[in-house]
């Protein structure tokens, strides 16, 4: 059973800018979908996971944040526990140890679990949102001990189970990300860069390229 929301955490003042209210305006969160948030500063993008943590809390969901550096974990979780005092976190990574039933008690009451690739299997009483932080790193796919798998594919595969919304964040995302977004309109394109840091991206078919006659490397753009 979720523990009840204090309401000191309901009550958490988050004041966004027009511009991050304009994205947070976009989450359905009773609804699977795919979200993918580029930004230029950190505090944008805490302000929408903040915004979105304090939504999950008052509904009594829990939310999961994945993060690909054990040390990036201890910086998230310091941002977060200033921003509400109360909250329960349970840190998921495979340098803890822990006594496996007290393990298991934490991480079904826990508001908010964190963690890096293996957070992924935790189970959950009530799962509200996943996050995927810095989902560009290399990290987030398996390739050295099996079994073999990308992260992202399993928090898609585990929302889609859910009905929950999956949030990925990046300052670049990656190509499949990006492609996904821009090209299959598979996730939501959420734009938090300033307007001097935006970039004009194209993706190009070199097979068009090549029928073209374009023999080069560089591209004709």
């Known amino acids: 059973m979720i523990k009840p929301v204090t309401q000191r955490k309901r009550n958490v003042k988050i004041s966004l800018t027009i511009q991050q209210q304009n994205i947070f305006n976009k989450f359905v ?39 690909p550096e054990i040390i990036l974990i201890e910086h998230l979780v310091r941002k977060i526990k200033i921003q509400f005092p109360d909250i329960t976190i349970f840190v998921n990574h495979g340098r803890i140890k822990n006594n496996f039933k007290n393990s298991k008690l934490q991480q079904l009451n826990a508001d908010l679990i964190i963690g890096n690739n293996i957070a992924i299997f935790t189970p959950f009483i009530n799962l509200g949102i996943i996050i995927i932080d810095d ?25 889609n189970y859910n009905r929950i919304p999956l949030l990925l964040s990046s300052l670049s995302p990656s ?45 004709r753009l």
């Open 29 to 67: 969160l009773d609804q699977y979908k795919n979200y993918l948030l580029i930004y230029s500063l950190e505090s944008d993008k805490l302000k929408i996971y903040y915004k979105l943590i304090q939504e999950n809390l008052i509904n009594k969901k829990q939310i999961l944040i994945l993060v």
């Open 175 to 219: 190509l499949t990300s990006y492609y996904r977004a821009k090209i299959l309109g598979e996730y939501i394109w959420l734009n938090l860069q300033n307007n001097e840091n935006k970039y004009d991206i194209q993706l190009i078919d070199m097979k068009e390229e090549l029928k073209e006659g374009s023999l080069s490397l560089y591209l």
């Open 135 to 159: 989902e560009h790193h290399e990290s987030f796919i398996e390739k050295i001990k099996m079994p073999y798998y990308d992260v992202r594919e399993l928090a898609q595969v585990r929302a």
